[in-house]
């Protein structure tokens, strides 16, 4: 099992910037791919961003591509996703997971742990 804990979600406005941090402890962080999701209440999980266990390869979702980058460092066993250019419809619960493997997947059921999630609000 990977513990994982959320930080750097907050308040911004439309066109600014935030950085989320993922710290993992447990089972090999740099052994498995490491995602990120977003929900809303009331709607399904939504994939946004994935990476494999030695960053070389990363996927995205069409919604944020060009905008947000997925990124890791697996000295610090910490997972980031640098946000820019945020739009109110990005709002949402952001949540980090790792997978069973190393192979990066879009969608949900391919993680097993996942993080308590950091709320981001971004106001038009």
């Known amino acids: 099992q990977v513990q994982l804990v959320e930080s750097g979600g907050g308040l911004v406005q439309a066109g600014g910037s935030l950085r989320l941090s993922c710290a993992a402890s447990g089972r090999t962080f740099s052994r498995v791919a490491m995602a990120w999701f977003r929900q809303n209440p009331g709607t399904e999980r939504e994939f946004v961003a994935a990476?494999?266990?030695?960053?070389?390869?990363?996927y995205y979702a069409d919604s944020v591509k060009g905008r947000f980058t997925i990124s890791r460092d697996n000295a610090k066993n910490t997972m980031y996703l640098q946000m820019n250019s945020l739009k109110p419809e990005d709002t949402a619960v952001y949540y980090c997971t790792a997978s069973l493997g190393p192979i990066p997947t879009r969608t949900s059921c391919g993680y097993i742990d996942w993080g308590q999630g950091t709320q981001i609000t971004v106001s038009s």
């Open positions: 990476i494999d266990r030695s960053g070389g390869i990363t």
